[in-house]
């Protein structure tokens, strides 16, 4: 994953500096909506330094490219499993999550379709929202994104958020 300022392992020590705010405001947002409960099984993908830990307060599995990111979120939270891996191949099995997460992380995906084929695998049906993907409204990769959502869920709810646009739903079979 590369940033505007370098690889995301090389902003790992200052990424919290520089979003931890406005990440945790998109997270208090998604806790409500998907009525995030203690029992539920939670993937956060593309999960960075961990920074949903410290709201959601459920069984939570966090996945990152980035090492250096992992390792924050190893060392920060370490009652929490933290995987390297790839989104477009997650290492999880067909409906192991209750509920998924992705937090202005999908416009970095290789291969955005990929991406969403591997959430509809792993997260299990559900009759209520329980996906949650912020989009950074300024990528390159936005409308891309926003046609793959449309075409791999059912989307029950758009929040604009100051930066992103947060879908809320399902999958579609």
């Not at 520089?18 to 029992?39: A, G, R, S, T, Y």
């Amino acid at each position: 994953m590369n940033s505007e300022l370098g690889t995301y392992d090389d902003i790992a020590p200052i990424y919290n500096s520089l979003h931890l705010f406005e990440q945790l405001q998109k997270l208090k947002i998604i806790k409500d909506l998907l009525k995030i409960k203690p029992n539920d099984k939670v993937l956060d993908l593309g999960c960075g330094t961990g920074i949903s830990a410290r709201v959601l307060h459920c069984q939570l599995v966090g996945i990152d490219k980035s090492k250096g990111m992992i390792s924050i979120a190893e060392e920060s939270f370490p009652e929490h499993k933290w995987v390297v891996g790839e989104a477009e191949n997650l290492p999880f099995k067909n409906e192991e999550f209750d509920k998924l997460i992705c937090v202005t992380a999908i416009h970095n995906f290789t291969d955005i379709q990929k991406a969403a084929e591997e959430i509809r695998r792993v997260v299990k049906k559900s009759a209520n929202s329980n996906i949650a993907v912020s989009v950074l409204r300024k990528s390159s990769k936005y409308n891309e994104v926003e046609e793959v959502l449309r075409n791999n869920f059912k989307i029950d709810k758009i929040v604009l958020e100051s930066k992103d646009k947060i879908y809320f739903m399902k999958r579609i079979s």
